[in-house]
C-alpha cells in the first residue's frame, strides 16, 4: 500500500504535458536507423534524374535524346511526348486540395523559370541516369527573362483589412514614417533533399515521400495522375525538416510516379541541391511600402501596410505581407494592400512564417524608426498601442500577453540600461547595439482524426495520418496520449506518416500540435471506455455496472477506490482474453477561418517579443548577433525541451535572414538563380548562433483545446530580422530596409 | 561525370611518369593527381573537371613535416590541412600559418585537404563552376560571366578582363606572406619554384592558373627560417563567423626592433587572382614607427591598383580596414 506522499508523488510524475522528455524518436536518429525518403530502396528499383531547363523564357525548339537512350543502362528518357498525360489540381477556393505551382510537368513547350524540367532520365543507377541527363540535348528560341527585383505593380492592389480612413488619418497625422522595405528571395535549404520512391503495383502506387502534408500529397498527385485516392499511398516516417518547402507537391513527384508506372519498376529520384533553388519553391522577393501616422505622445493613428511580392509567370502566389499588420496594434485607421508581380521564377511557396515573418520585418522595422523620431522607447512605444481586441474583426483575443512578452522580457534582458543614442554602449572593445521586435503568428488547428490502441500486452498505440519534420509530432503524440491514459509515454508507440492511418493535419501553419488534441483525447475516452466495459466481462470487476468503473493511470478502478487499487488495463483485456481496443477521435478544425473562408468567434493568435544584442568593430566592419531574447507567448508548452529547441532554431535561422540568405537570380545570364550551392547562398553556421535564452509565458489557450496547446514552428522567426535591424541601428547609426544587412551596408 | 582509369603508384617517380603524357596540366587537364579530392571531386562531379585518368598520391611518402637543420621548414605535399595546422614547430614559428589553415573550410575538410591540393585549389567563381554559363577559365573565349554577373565575391586585383576569378585558399596567402618555395618533380629532374611565381595572373589565359607543366608533381612545401623576433598573424573578414572564403584577409609577419618596422611581409586574399603579396605595403611599412596612420598608408599603397566590378567595390575599403587591423594586432603583440 503506497503512502500518500508516493502517491503524490506518482501522480505527478504521471503528468507528462510540460515535462521536457527526450524526443522518443531521437535514438533512432543519432543511430541513423530513421528511415528517411531517400533511405528506401526496392529490388529492381531505377533511378531518375529530371533534365531542367538553362533558360528561364522560350520555348524548347528541339529535343535530342538519341545519345542519352543509347547511354549504358538507361531505360527510357521521359519528356512531354512520351510521359502520358498529368492532369491539373482542380481549381478550389476551400482549402480541400492545395499545390503552389499548378502547371504539371510536360505540359507545354514553353519555358517559364530556370531549371523547368524538360525531360527525365531514368536508368539502372544514379551515375547512369545522371550521366543520360547530361546527354540530352535540348535547344532553346530564348527570349529575354524577366527577374528583375525592383517590382512594380502589374494592377490594382488587392485591399485585404480595412478600418476607418487611413490616408485622411495619415495626412494630417504629427508624427509620419513612411518607408519602403525589402525581403530577398530565400530559398528553403532543409539538409534532406526533396525525394520520391515511387512503386507501381499494376493498380496502385506506393509514393516515399518527402511531404509535410500525406493527406493533400495524395489528393493532389492522384488528381495529376488522373487516379482515384484510393489508389495512391503516401509514405512519409522522417522528415530531414522542410520549412514549408515540403508542404505541397512539386514537379518531380508525379514524373517519378508516371515513371514507375510506365517502366513497372521502382523509381527513385531525389532533388539536388541546385535543382532545389530551381523548382521547388522559395519564399518571394517583397517590397512593402509602411506608412504610419502617431501622435506626439506616440499613438498610432493610421497604419497604411502595401506590399508587392514576385511570383510565377503561371500562378498567383501571394505572401500575404501584412497577416500580422491588421491586430498587432491598436489602431483606429488602417488599410493593407497586396499585389503579385509575375516575373520568370519558379513557383514561391510557404517559408517559415509565411506573410507574417516578412511583413513583420517591415512593419516591426517602421515601428522602430518611429520610436528613434519620437524619442520614446521601442519597448514602451509597443506598449502604449497594445490592444485588448483584435479590431480587424471587432473580437477579443482568445489569449493574449503581448504585453507581457514586453515587459518580461525587457526585465530580463536588462533593457532598462540601454542608452538610446547611436554608438553609445560598448562591452570588451566591441560597439553594442540593443534593438527588439514585437511578434505574432496564427493560432489554429485543422482537421483531425486519430486512433488509440490499448493492447493486452500493456503497449499503447496511436496512430494518426500526419507526418513529423523534425519538430517533435512523435514525441507530442506520445506526451498527449501519456496525459490522456496516464501511462507512461515510453510504453506509447507512436505511427505516423502513412496517408492509410486517420486522416491527420499537415505539418505548417503552427498546427500539427493543436489539431492533435481534441481527437487524440476523444481516441483516448473511447479506448479507455472500451476498457471498463471489457472489465465488466471478466475479472475483479466482473459483472460491475459500467458506470462504477472509472480509468485513470492506466487502471480500471471503481469510481469509491483509488487508482493503485485498481487493475491495470492489460490485466483486464487479458482476463477478458482480448488483444486490444481501439478508440477513435475526429475534431474540425478552424483554420478556415484565418483563410477567411468561414466566420471566426474569437481572434487567435501567438505573440512574442525579440530582444537582440548585435557587437560591432567599425575598424573591420564585423557585425555579429552575440546575445538574444525571445519570449513567447505560445500557448501551454507539452514539452518545453523540443519547444525551446523550435525557438532556438528559428533565431538561428532568423540569424540568416537578416544577415546572410540571399537567392540572386541573375538577369543578364538566363535568369539562373546563381548562387544555388551552400557555399553561395550562406545560412548561419553554429558559429553565428547567438547566445540564446527563451521564455515562455506558459498561459493555456484552453479556446483552441483542452491542454490549452498552440502551435510554436513559426512564432520564434517572426521578429528577428527586425530586431536585428533595430539593434544594427543602434550600433551602427545606419538603417538598413533591405534585407539581407550587408558588411557594404554599413562600411560608411 | 565520366568514367575514368584510376591508378595508385607506389613511387613519386612513376607517379610524375605518368601524368607526364598529359597535354595540359592546367584547366581540363586529362590526367589528374588526387590528393584530398575536396576540389577535383567537386569539379568532376559538376563536369568542370573530366579526366581520363586519376593517379591517386595517397601512398607517396609525402607526409612528414620537417624541421630543416639551416632552420626552416620541408611540409610534405600530402600532409593534411589539420595536421600541418596543429604541428608545434607551426604554432610555434609560424602561427601565421595555422591560423590561415584554421580559418579556412570546416574540419572535416582540413581532416583531407592536403598541402599541394590546397595549392592547387580552385576558384568558387559560380560561373566557373557552372557548365552552362560562360567562362574564360573553363572553356577559353565563352567569356566571364562574372564581369556583367554576380561579382561581389570576385578579386579586385590582379584581374583582367578576361577573368576576375579570385583565389579563393587561405593557406596560399600565409605562405606568401612566408615567401615559401614550392618543390617540384618530374619523370626527369626536380625544381623549385618560389611562391610568388608559382601562380600566373589570368591575362589572356585564365585557364593557365600555375607554371606546372605535365608530369610535374608538387613533392614539399619549404619555408625559410623565421626572421628573429617576428610576429604573425592572418585575419580573415567574411560575412558570417565561419565556413566561408574570404571577402578579404591579411596575411602579415613583422619585426619591430627599437620602435621601429625592420621587417614586414604582407599578403592579402580573397580580393587577388592570385595569393596577393603586396610589396607596395611592405615598403610603405618598411623603417616606420607603427602607428595606425602608418598601416593605413601601407593599407592604400597596397589597394592602389585594386580595380572593382559592380558589386565588390566595398572590398578596397574592406581590405584596408583589414591590413590596417591586422598590422596593429602583430604590432601590439611584438
Known amino acids: ?748 | 561525370m565520366q568514367t575514368f582509369e584510376f591508378t595508385r603508384p607506389s613511387d613519386v617517380t612513376s607517379a610524375a611518369t605518368a601524368a607526364a603524357s598529359a597535354k595540359t596540366a592546367q584547366q581540363g587537364a586529362e590526367i589528374r593527381f588526387i590528393a584530398g579530392g575536396t576540389t577535383l571531386i567537386d569539379l568532376m562531379k559538376l563536369n568542370v573537371e573530366q579526366p581520363h585518368m586519376l593517379i591517386d598520391l595517397n601512398r607517396l611518402p609525402l607526409g612528414d613535416v620537417e624541421t630543416l637543420p639551416e632552420g626552416g621548414l620541408k611540409i610534405g605535399a600530402m600532409v593534411r590541412n589539420s595536421d600541418l595546422a596543429h604541428h608545434p614547430a607551426v604554432l610555434r614559428y609560424y602561427p601565421v600559418l595555422s591560423q590561415a589553415l584554421l580559418s579556412g573550410a570546416s574540419a572535416q575538410l582540413r581532416n583531407k585537404a592536403t598541402t599541394s591540393g590546397n595549392l592547387l585549389q580552385r576558384t568558387r567563381c559560380m560561373y566557373f563552376r557552372d557548365t552552362t554559363m560562360p567562362c574564360n577559365k573553363r572553356e577559353p573565349g565563352s567569356g566571364c560571366g562574372a564581369i556583367n554577373g554576380a561579382n561581389r565575391m570576385m578579386a579586385i586585383l590582379g584581374t583582367s578582363e578576361h577573368c576576375i576569378a579570385t583565389n579563393p585558399s587561405d593557406m596560399n596567402v600565409a605562405l606568401t606572406a612566408l615567401e615559401a618555395t614550392i618543390h617540384i618533380q618530374n619523370a626527369q629532374d626536380t625544381r623549385s619554384v618560389p611562391i610568388n611565381e608559382f601562380y600566373l595572373l589570368p591575362g589572356h589565359t585564365p585557364q593557365r592558373e600555375t607554371v606546372l607543366e605535365p608530369g610535374d608533381l608538387i613533392t614539399h612545401v619549404t619555408l625559410p627560417a623565421p626572421a628573429a623576433g617576428a610576429k604573425s598573424l592572418y585575419l580573415k573578414l567574411r560575412d558570417r563567423a565561419s565556413y566561408e572564403f574570404a571577402l578579404a584577409s591579411a596575411a602579415v609577419i613583422v619585426t619591430v626592433e627599437n620602435n621601429r618596422i625592420n621587417y614586414a611581409r604582407v599578403a592579402l586574399g580573397g580580393v587577388g587572382t592570385k595569393p596577393w603579396r603586396s610589396q607596395e605595403a611592405e615598403q610603405a611599412l618598411a623603417g616606420v614607427t607603427p602607428s595606425e596612420d602608418r598601416f593605413r598608408a601601407a593599407a592604400e599603397a597596397a589597394l592602389q591598383g585594386a580595380r572593382p566590378q559592380s558589386q565588390n567595390g566595398f572590398k578596397i575599403e574592406l581590405t584596408k580596414r583589414c591590413l590596417t587591423h591586422a598590422l596593429k594586432l602583430a604590432t601590439q603583440t611584438a
Open chain 1, 1 to 748: 500500500m503506497p503512502t500518500a506522499q508516493s502517491e503524490t508523488a506518482e501522480n505527478q510524475a504521471l503528468s507528462v504535458i510540460g515535462r521536457p522528455i527526450p524526443r522518443v524518436d531521437g535514438p533512432l536518429k543519432v543511430s541513423g536507423t530513421a528511415t528517411y525518403t531517400s533511405d528506401h530502396n526496392f529490388p529492381g528499383m531505377l533511378y531518375a534524374v529530371p533534365v531542367p531547363s538553362t533558360i528561364a523564357k522560350g520555348t524548347i525548339a528541339a529535343l535530342d535524346t538519341s545519345a542519352a537512350e543509347k547511354m549504358p543502362g538507361v531505360r527510357a528518357v521521359f519528356h512531354r511526348e512520351n510521359i502520358g498525360r498529368f492532369f491539373r489540381v482542380p481549381p478550389n477556393d476551400d482549402f480541400s486540395i492545395v499545390i503552389d505551382e499548378n502547371r504539371p510537368p510536360f505540359e507545354d513547350d514553353t519555358i517559364r523559370y530556370y531549371g523547368q524540367y524538360v525531360a527525365l532520365t531514368v536508368a539502372d543507377t544514379l551515375e547512369q541516369a545522371q550521366a543520360a541527363a547530361d546527354a540530352v540535348k535540348v535547344t532553346y528560341d530564348e527570349e529575354t527573362p524577366d527577374v528583375r527585383t525592383k517590382l512594380t505593380q502589374e494592377q490594382e492592389p488587392k485591399v485585404g483589412s480595412q478600418r476607418g480612413d487611413a490616408t485622411a488619418a495619415f495626412n494630417t497625422a504629427p508624427i509620419k514614417v513612411d518607408q519602403t522595405y525589402v525581403t530577398p528571395a530565400e530559398t528553403h535549404n532543409p539538409i534532406e533533399l526533396h525525394a520520391t520512391v515511387a512503386v507501381w503495383d499494376g493498380t496502385r502506387f506506393t509514393l516515399y515521400e518527402t511531404t509535410q502534408s500525406i493527406k493533400n500529397h495524395q489528393l493532389a498527385v492522384s488528381a495529376m495522375l488522373g487516379v482515384p485516392p484510393e489508389n495512391v499511398r503516401i509514405v512519409s516516417r522522417f522528415l530531414g525538416s522542410g520549412f514549408g518547402g515540403k508542404l505541397w507537391p512539386w514537379t518531380h513527384d508525379v514524373l517519378t510516379a508516371a515513371a514507375a508506372r510506365a517502366l513497372n519498376r521502382p523509381v527513385k529520384l531525389v532533388v539536388d541541391r541546385k535543382m532545389m533553388f530551381q523548382t521547388v519553391g522559395h519564399r518571394p522577393l517583397t517590397q512593402q511600402r509602411i506608412r504610419l501616422g502617431a501622435t506626439t505622445n506616440g499613438k498610432l493613428v493610421s497604419t497604411q501596410h502595401d506590399s508587392l511580392n514576385h511570383s510565377s509567370i503561371l500562378d498567383d502566389y501571394d505572401e500575404g505581407c501584412a497577416e500580422a499588420t491588421p491586430h498587432l496594434y491598436r489602431c483606429p485607421n488602417l488599410r493593407v494592400t497586396s499585389g503579385v508581380v509575375h516575373l520568370n521564377v519558379g513557383t514561391p511557396t510557404s517559408m517559415r512564417g509565411p506573410g507574417a515573418v516578412p511583413g513583420l520585418f517591415a512593419l516591426e522595422s517602421a515601428m522602430d524608426e518611429l520610436a528613434v523620431k519620437l524619442n520614446i522607447d521601442p519597448v514602451e512605444l509597443r506598449l502604449r498601442n497594445d490592444t485588448e481586441i483584435d479590431e480587424a474583426l471587432n473580437l477579443p483575443f482568445t489569449s493574449r500577453h503581448l504585453k507581457e512578452c514586453l515587459t518580461v522580457g525587457a526585465e530580463k534582458f536588462d533593457w532598462h540600461q540601454r542608452t538610446p543614442a547611436v554608438g553609445s554602449m560598448k562591452k570588451d572593445g566591441l560597439i553594442v547595439g540593443w534593438g527588439m521586435a514585437a511578434a505574432t503568428w496564427i493560432a489554429n488547428r485543422l482537421d483531425c482524426e486519430a486512433t488509440i490502441e490499448l493492447k493486452a500486452d500493456g503497449s499503447v498505440r496511436v496512430a494518426c495520418g500526419t507526418q513529423d519534420i523534425g519538430t517533435g509530432t512523435y514525441t507530442m503524440l506520445a506526451q498527449m496520449v501519456g496525459e490522456a491514459l496516464g501511462i507512461d509515454p515510453d510504453k506509447i508507440q507512436v505511427v505516423l506518416g502513412d496517408s492509410a492511418l486517420p486522416t491527420g493535419p499537415l505539418s505548417g501553419g503552427s498546427m500539427a500540435t493543436a489539431s492533435l488534441v481534441p481527437a487524440v483525447l476523444e481516441a483516448a475516452k473511447k479506448a479507455s471506455e472500451k476498457v471498463q466495459f471489457a472489465a465488466t466481462a471478466a475479472g475483479p470487476f466482473s459483472g460491475q455496472s459500467v458506470a462504477n468503473l472509472i480509468f485513470s493511470n492506466g487502471r480500471i478502478h471503481r469510481k469509491d477506490q483509488s487508482p493503485s487499487d485498481g487493475v491495470p488495463y492489460e490485466q483486464v483485456l487479458q482476463a477478458a482474453k482480448v488483444s486490444s481496443v481501439s478508440g477513435s477521435g475526429s475534431s474540425k478544425g478552424d483554420f478556415t477561418d484565418a483563410l477567411g473562408i468561414t466566420k471566426p468567434k474569437l481572434s487567435s493568435h501567438s505573440f512574442g517579443t525579440q530582444f537582440v544584442e548585435v557587437t560591432w568593430q567599425p575598424e573591420i566592419a564585423r557585425l555579429r548577433v552575440s546575445r538574444t531574447l525571445t519570449v513567447i507567448d505560445g500557448g501551454r508548452i507539452i514539452n518545453p525541451r523540443t519547444g525551446r529547441n523550435q525557438i532556438e532554431g528559428a533565431v538561428v535561422m532568423g540569424v540568416g535572414m537578416a544577415l546572410f540568405e540571399h537567392t540572386i537570380y541573375d538577369d543578364q545570364h538566363h535568369g539562373a538563380p546563381i548562387n544555388s550551392n551552400l557555399a553561395d547562398y550562406v545560412v548561419s553556421t553554429h558559429a553565428d548562433a547567438p547566445a540564446m535564452d527563451v521564455v515562455f509565458l506558459d498561459y493555456p489557450d484552453t479556446h483552441l483545446n483542452a491542454f490549452g496547446a498552440r502551435g510554436i514552428g513559426e512564432i520564434g522567426l517572426a521578429g528577428v530580422a527586425p530586431a536585428i535591424a533595430s539593434a544594427v541601428y543602434h550600433a551602427t547609426g545606419v538603417r538598413v530596409r533591405e534585407l539581407p544587412i550587408r558588411i557594404e551596408d554599413l562600411l560608411g
